[in-house]
């Protein structure tokens, strides 16, 4: 399949971005409406949690779209960052949103909650979770083309909304059973997920940020791109890090010393090329070594005998 133009990904991400954050505003409205007639705690926590997914679904669409821009003068690597950037503050939200789902439950296990059932407020739940289940299922299938951690963390959102409706639900089906604990029981629970599920995003960002080494799997399919070569000898002082979530590659690579320098360029240009034709590679810099010099070894030698 043949991937979409830079400027058709931009409009796809904000597209869904932007319908995000429709479709928290439309849940806001519903629930709070609901909660507000009937008293109702549950669905107003609820609605409140989803105040702070329509803000971070509309940081997102702000900025997280920034990804697709070329590099300029001030971000001459391009702006990769910044989608991950966007993603670690919506797993902030979602954790922060846990803890106060959590505290909230432990206050109404200790004293109670005041609620009047009403088949609304069933009403206003199931329009919550069909609005969330089409929001993920949505982001989601935008999102399998796109590759974007930022849409990734706000399809995870979507999901916990959807938990978090399941224990309004429960807890409103226990006012009618007249065991108005479950609520607060069911919103202790899936707090502890969702708090989970912001640490996991937030984990997983930060390490786009910083710029730590990938898996071990995509050391090894570049070290194979490269010595795929005919040409190359071999292959030393290979790094690879994340540049956003793009890969950044640095490396050595080994040739016949003795051929023309045209030659040795060409190859070069031929390496880049392949490398940046690997899913996730972004900039590529490949310095040629005369191969049989090995001064490069004996350096790795010399460091490791005057390690202690």
């Known amino acids: 399949?043949?991937?979409?133009?830079?400027?058709?990904?931009?409009?796809?991400?904000?597209?869904?971005?932007?319908?995000?954050?429709?479709?928290?505003?439309?849940?806001?409205?519903?629930?709070?409406?609901?909660?507000?007639?009937?008293?109702?705690?549950?669905?107003?926590?609820?609605?409140?949690?989803?105040?702070?997914?329509?803000?971070?679904?509309?940081?997102?669409?702000?900025?997280?779209?920034?990804?697709?821009?070329?590099?300029?003068?001030?971000?001459?690597?391009g702006h990769q960052r910044i989608e991950p950037l966007t993603a670690l503050f919506v797993g902030a939200v979602i954790v922060i949103l846990g803890l106060n789902l959590l505290w909230s439950s432990i206050e109404g296990i200790r004293f109670g909650t005041d609620v009047r059932f009403n088949r609304l407020l069933l009403a206003a739940l199931a329009f919550?979770?069909?609005?969330?289940?089409?929001?993920?299922?949505?982001?989601?299938?935008?999102?399998?083309?796109?590759?974007?951690?930022?849409?990734?963390?706000?399809?995870?959102?979507?999901?916990?909304?959807?938990?978090?409706?399941?224990a309004a639900v429960i807890g409103v089906f226990g006012v009618f059973l007249d065991v108005p604990i479950l609520d607060p029981i069911a919103g202790a629970i899936v707090s502890l997920l969702v708090v989970y599920q912001g640490v996991d995003i937030g984990r997983e960002n930060v390490t786009y940020i910083v710029g730590a080494a990938p898996p071990e799997g995509d050391r090894e399919r570049i070290t194979e791109t490269l010595r795929e070569h005919p040409e190359v000898v071999g292959v030393h002082d290979l790094r690879v890090f994340y540049d956003g979530t793009d890969l950044e590659v640095e490396v050595h690579v080994e040739v016949d010393g003795e051929m023309a320098l045209r030659r040795a360029h060409e190859i070069e240009t031929e390496l880049v090329t392949r490398l940046r034709d690997l899913t996730d590679v972004g900039d590529v810099h490949v310095h040629l070594d005369p191969s049989g010099v090995g001064e490069w070894k004996e350096a790795d030698d010399e460091t490791r005998a005057n390690d202690p």
């Open 1 to 77: 399949m043949t991937a979409p133009p830079f400027g058709e990904e931009k409009r796809r991400f904000r597209r869904a971005a932007g319908v995000n954050v429709l479709g928290n505003a439309a849940k806001i409205l519903v629930e709070g409406a609901a909660g507000l007639a009937f008293g109702s705690v549950a669905l107003l926590a609820d609605a409140a949690h989803s105040v702070a997914d329509l803000v971070a679904s509309a940081v997102v669409f702000v900025w997280g779209g920034s990804r697709y821009d070329a590099a300029d003068a001030e971000h001459p690597h």
């Open 128 to 166: 919550a979770l069909v609005d969330m289940y089409v929001l993920y299922w949505y982001t989601m299938r935008v999102n399998a083309e796109l590759g974007s951690t930022a849409l990734s963390a706000l399809a995870v959102d979507c999901l916990n909304d959807i938990y978090t409706t399941v």
